[in-house]
T-cell receptor, first 112, second 118 residues
Framework: GNSVTQMEGPVTLSEEAFLTINCTYT??????LFWYVQYPGEGLQLLLK?????DKGSNKGFEATYRKETTSSHLEKGSVQVSDSAVYFC???????????FGSGTRLLVRP | GAVVSQHPSWVICKSGTSVKIECRSL??????MFWYRQFPKQSLMLMAT?????????EQGVEKDKFLINHASLTLSTLTVTSAHPEDSSFYIC??????????????FGPGTRLTVL
């Protein structure tokens, strides 16, 4: 079946540190990959997406490349800010079923 | 724009009672809404897909008689947890897909409703 595995958090970083959040998936065919962010007290927001192999999505300084050969997509940011503190979800989307399959989320805490 | 609200944000109820959770798209129409359940430190699990004017489609293992979904208008879907029990305590999240857009474009998520059943 389809599944998504994310690194466990929380991830605690100092401001301006480099961020990597790992995500791997199992799926048949060619799913799209999404990254969502959930700030405290708010709903999930789409952060970026990659719809095919080797696609690189980017937004707000975050980047993620869809690595089909390793079935992974790692979220990265070169210099995190306190305002980036949130929970980040990796999700897999299948056109055939229109469903989003989420990873367990990784909480990021950035300290000043 | 593209805001989804949920009401209530949290609710505590006694075992055996029913609880209704509302999901509204505030500034767009949504023919399709989704209901998810999230356990602590776990991922969001899709419970059902709610389609305006038709019956909801439930995921395998979700009791449709226990989790009643009504999508009576293009901006409102409701989830009613009937005869709630402590094991139904969870965080319920809805999302809405704007009408006319492909599903891959985006879904807009509500902030969630925390249900505690005593």
């Amino acid at each position: 079946g389809n599944s998504v595995t994310q690194m466990e958090g929380p991830v605690t970083l100092s401001e301006e540190a480099f961020l990597t959040i790992n995500c791997t998936y199992t799926a048949t065919g060619y799913p799209s990959l999404f990254w969502y962010v959930q700030y405290p007290g708010e709903g999930l927001q789409l952060l970026l997406k990659a719809t095919k192999a080797d696609d690189k999505g980017s937004n707000k300084g975050f980047e993620a490349t869809y690595r089909k050969e390793t079935t992974s997509s790692h979220l990265e940011k070169g210099s995190v800010q306190v305002s980036d503190s949130a929970v980040y979800f990796c999700a897999l989307y299948r056109d055939s079923s229109y469903k989003l399959i989420f990873g367990s989320g990784t909480r990021l805490l950035v300290r000043p | 724009g593209a805001v989804v609200s949920q009401h209530p944000s949290w609710v505590i109820c006694k075992s055996g009672t029913s609880v209704k959770i509302e999901c509204r798209s505030l500034d767009f129409q949504a023919t399709t809404m989704f209901w998810y359940r999230q356990f602590p430190k776990q991922s969001l699990m899709l419970m059902a897909t709610s389609n305006e004017g038709s019956k909801a489609t439930y995921e395998q293992g979700v009791e449709k008689d226990k989790f009643l979904i009504n999508h009576a208008s293009l901006t409102l879907s409701t989830l009613t947890v009937t005869s709630a029990h402590p094991e139904d305590s969870s965080f319920y999240i809805c999302s809405a897909k704007p009408s006319g857009r492909r599903l891959t474009d985006t879904q807009y998520f509500g902030p969630g409703t925390r249900l505690t059943v005593l």
